[in-house]
Structure formats: structure tokens, C-alpha cells
């Protein structure tokens, strides 16, 4: 049988921890490519580089492995491999990350992780996004490996009908105390933003964002709910935003016009 | 009775023509206050700036009204709001743009306008992105007051309730050709990418990102469809990715793990 097309990507960087456990963990399972950021692009969402052009470099990170830095957003990595470094050839699978530190709940919308693997299944790729509960700089993603690898197979196995996308946290456990994998939806949580205020040497004032993650979804079956219990959180997730019930409520309202 | 509280941003930048058009139809409306780039940030996606401090300067771009610049990104600018120019106030309505150029179909995920809109949304506030299906600088956004007079002032009458966020596009025609407006679901599209590629003064190659916009979905209740038609498109959106006919089909998928 013919080995899958597996490309990798993420938006912390081609040198980051998360990625090399990826591409370890896809090594036997097809012909691997990785297209990566040059320099870490977090919280970039879906965001693409129209003024500017792109550069796109071979990589020797992983050995054995075909691979290219890109000086873009993770959205342009995945562009630049499907247009230019796989020149037309369809991935069977994209996978992103691992990313350090959690894209459960709304964070998915701010995560150049998530929007890299978003930006695949666009393209009809099924495609997996894994996140870590770890920011770190070296957080431990060994913990993670053995359901990694089970969600990658399935995946393989059996393919992504309903959806191409599926939003994956793990929880910042060892692997001993990990309950499992749960299918859930996204918690409808949300930031508590706040600003670092200070007077940059010139004595002009500044502003750095921070803040704070606030779930206030009580619901079972959410994402941040089955992390909070152990769970590894699957959310199969989608491109199309429009919100029917309201579309239906609001049908009328523009008749008279 | 006292006026709503109108937050005004765009991601084409505070001097843009599209902000001007709109500042200058909630001027009536309420208490208006402005915060958007400084610089144009079109295609920015949910990004955010983690990396760096912000920039907010006071701006008498629009005579009469409260405005900042930021040097961020739109959603940059409605964090900042929210949190620095309002200092806590919730505003009753957020409206970006006009956006030079559609916003249409998958262009919500890619869109900085949307973005803009959509994070206001999830602070809770009703909010609208208008887009007018003219890439250029100097597009009539003239042809579009009377429909977006109409819909900002039928949110304010009603509320938004089962949603927070309408995605608006304006079909590139005068007033008078313009049949209506229509509440409608997110296109199904794609963009079938293409780079540009070819040699910088120093010899190494680089990559521009360019491609076609392309509908295959042959619905007629598609906004795509609408604005073809010569309507106004509006579509009720939300931040709710989960594909929920997925979640049910792969509820059996990890049971054995």
C-alpha cells in the first residue's frame, strides 16, 4: 500500500520542542514534509502575508526528513507547501503543533496552530491540531506520545468525513494519570484581558497584553470540562461560522427594504 | 433616553475611506469612539501582538469624535478598547470597516474586519463588519449608506440574541441596483492559491502569495449567491467551531483507549 503524504507544520517554530515530537511521532507512518515557521508565530491566527514576499529555505532540523523553514505566518506555511514545496501533490494529512501551551475552548480562533491545520482541511486535508497544557519552553511531550500516535492512526484508518478538522489538547499530565480521549465541543470560555501599562526609555507610554483564561461553561462535554477531568479533548471543528438559529430568527427582518 | 455607547474600528487603517463613511453614519446615532490601526492590516486574521507593547496615540482624523490609533492589529484595537479607551464601559455596538474588498465566504477566517467584529462579539457586544466588494483605494462607499444606515439601526432597535456578530457585503453597485438585503449562511468557497515567484536584487528566491477566489457551492441561500444576485449580504456568524454532526459520528471513535 502506497504511504500516506503527511505534512507538518505548527507556529512555534521549526526548532520548538512540540514539532520535533510530532515529525518523530509521523516518521513511520508515511512519506513526511514539513513546511514550519522560521521564528515563532503564536497567536497569529489565521492571518496571511498579502504585502510582503515570502521566503522559504530547506531545513536540515530533522534528519532524513524533507523540510523547509518559511518566513511567514503558519497559514502561508501551509499555503507555500500545498502550492509550491508539494507542487500540487494532495496531502493525505496535515498535522500542527505540538503546541506549547492549551487551544481548547475559544483559543482556537488565536492560534496560528489551529488556523495552520484549519487552513488544510480548507483545502479538503484532513488535519489535526495537538496542543499541550504546557507554555514552556521545554515542556515535556513525551507524556503525550501514545494517544498522539492512536488519534494520527485512527485518522488514517478511518478518515475525517463530517468535518476535516479536529482541535486536540492534551492535559499536562504524565501519561499514567491521563484518563483518556473524549470527543468534545469547544467550552464557550473567555479572556479577561488586562494591560501591562508602563513608559517605554523615551518616556512614550506603552501597553503589553495580558490576561486571564475565565471558563464560565458549566456544560460536561466541553473541551476545557474533559481536560479539567484528565481527558485528552478531541473537538471536531469547522470553517463555516454562520449561526443558523439566528439566521433562521432573523429572516425576516430586512423584508420591508 | 440615553445613546449608545458605538465602538468604531477597521483594519484598512484609521485614514482609510471605509472608516470615514462609517464614523460619519453613527455620528447621529450615538456616542462614537474610534480605535483601529494606524497602518493597514488587512488579512490579519484573530492575530494578536503578544511579543511587543502597543502603541495608542489620540487621533483628529475625524472631526469632533473621540479616536485613537493603534499600532496594532484590529483585534489589537478592540482589546484596547475595551479594556484602555473605554476603561471597562461596554459598548452597545461594535462596527468595523467598511472593508475595501469582500468579506464574503471563507473570507470571514482571513478577514482583519471580521476579526475585529467577531472579538468584540465575544465580549458580548453586538457587533457588525461591513465590507463593500471594491478592492480599491478610492471606492464610492456612497452607493452603500442607506442599507448600512438600515441594518445598524435595526440592531440597535432590536438586539442581537441567538448571535452577536453579522458578517455585511455590499455589492459593488449604485444605490439604485441594489435589490435588498439578505439574511444569509457563509458560501462554501475557496481561494485556489498561486504564488508569485521570482528572484529579490540579491539573487535568492521569494514567494508572493496571490490566487482566485472560487465558488463552487450552488446554494441559493449562500451570500455569494446574494451579492450575485445584486443583494446586500448578511450573515449571522459565530465563534462556535464545533462541527457538531461530527462530534455525534465520532462520539465511538476513542471509547477503547
Redesign the interface.
Given at each position: 500500500m502506497k504511504k500516506p503524504l503527511i505534512l507538518v507544520t505548527n507556529d512555534d517554530g521549526i526548532t520548538a520542542k512540540g514539532i520535533a515530537m510530532l515529525v518523530d511521532i509521523v516518521r513511520p507512518l508515511g512519506e513526511v514534509v514539513v513546511v514550519a515557521p522560521d521564528s515563532?508565530q503564536?497567536?497569529?491566527?489565521?492571518?496571511?502575508?498579502?504585502?510582503?514576499?515570502?521566503?522559504?529555505k530547506p531545513s536540515k532540523v530533522f534528519d532524513g526528513i524533507k523540510a523547509f523553514e518559511c518566513s511567514g505566518?503558519p497559514?502561508?506555511c501551509v499555503?507555500?507547501a500545498?502550492?509550491?514545496v508539494l507542487n500540487g501533490r494532495k496531502a493525505d494529512l496535515c498535522v500542527s503543533g505540538i503546541n506549547h501551551g492549551s487551544n481548547a475552548a475559544?483559543n482556537?480562533?488565536?492560534s496560528g496552530t489551529m488556523?495552520a491545520a484549519?487552513e488544510a482541511s480548507?483545502?479538503g486535508i484532513d488535519s489535526i491540531g495537538f496542543s499541550l497544557l504546557d507554555f514552556s519552553h521545554d515542556a515535556d511531550f513525551e507524556q503525550g506520545r501514545k494517544?498522539v500516535t492512536?488519534?494520527i492512526q485512527?485518522v488514517l484508518d478511518?478518515g475525517?468525513?463530517?468535518?476535516k478538522?479536529l482541535?486536540v489538547n492534551i492535559p499536562n499530565l504524565p501519561e499514567s494519570e491521563i484518563k483518556?480521549?473524549?470527543?468534545?465541543?469547544?467550552a464557550?470560555a473567555?479572556w479577561n484581558?488586562?494591560?501591562q501599562?508602563?513608559k517605554?526609555p523615551m518616556g512614550?507610554?506603552?501597553?503589553?497584553?495580558t490576561g486571564e483564561f475565565q471558563n464560565d461553561d458549566t456544560g460536561i462535554d466541553s473541551d476545557v470540562a474533559a481536560l479539567d477531568e484528565g481527558y485528552i479533548s478531541?473537538?471536531?471543528?469547522?470553517?463555516?461560522?454562520?449561526?443558523?438559529?439566528?439566521?433562521e430568527?432573523?429572516?425576516s427582518?430586512?423584508e420591508t427594504?
Open positions: 515563532p503564536s497567536a497569529q491566527g489565521h492571518a496571511i502575508t498579502i504585502k510582503d514576499p515570502l521566503r522559504l505566518t497559514v502561508d499555503k507555500l500545498n502550492n509550491v475559544i482556537i480562533l488565536y488556523s484549519m480548507l483545502e494517544f492512536k488519534i485512527q478511518k475525517l468525513d463530517n468535518c478538522l482541535n483518556g480521549i473524549k470527543v468534545c465541543r469547544q464557550d473567555r484581558e488586562n494591560f501599562e508602563g517605554d512614550r507610554p506603552y501597553y503589553w497584553l478531541v473537538v471536531p471543528s469547522m470553517h463555516d461560522l454562520t449561526a443558523y438559529k439566528a439566521k430568527s432573523m429572516g427582518w430586512f427594504i
